[in-house]
């Protein structure tokens, strides 16, 4: 099966720094890359995608960067508010598949 | 609301019984996928399903057991319960392609005692 790789397992910022996560995968056939947020006690929800076409999205004040060739894509967040602290799940879907593969998630603290 | 609907919210039942925890998918969405989220752990993948048939099986318990109805909507058996299967469950939907949105429910709470 798919081999999903998340690093660091806990992330501390100051608020108002930025924040980096790093997910492997290891099927280069994956062609799709969410990453999912999940507040304590409460449903995992999609916060930004990706697909294997594009290289970098963003949405204010987070992106998703791709690199194909390395297996890895990252989540970036800029400006960390303390609303920013939750775990983060990314997740992979190799061509031809019909679910999400997930990492073990990423804790980021956001020290106010 | 995310369109996806579990119930109950929370379930406290004793070790040895059985419990049912319902999903009810985001209208339109055919797949349905159930998870376990134990304390500080990720999440672990137990079944798909797909218009009604078992399309895929995870880390999922001989005592666990699933299935989707025409309506769609699936049910999680959970038989001879431990203390270790308190967890929160998710259930997930999706359309065919789950690149189109994969979305989750706000979960049970299982606690056993």
Redesign the interface.
Known sequence: GENVEQHPSTLSVQEGDSAVIKCTYSDSASN?F?W?KQEL??????II?I?SNVGEKKDQRIAVTLNKTAKHFSLHITETQPEDSAVY?C?V?PEGN????????NQVVVIP | DSGVTQTPKHLITATGQRVTLRCSPRSGDLSVYWYQQSLDQGLQFLIQYYNGEERAKGNILERFSAQQFPDLHSELNLSSLELGDSALYFCASSPPDPRDGYTFGSGTRLTVV
């Open positions: 799709y969410p999912y006690g409460k449903r995992p929800q999609l995608d697909r799940f997740a879907t019909n679910r999400l593969a997930f990492g073990k998630g």
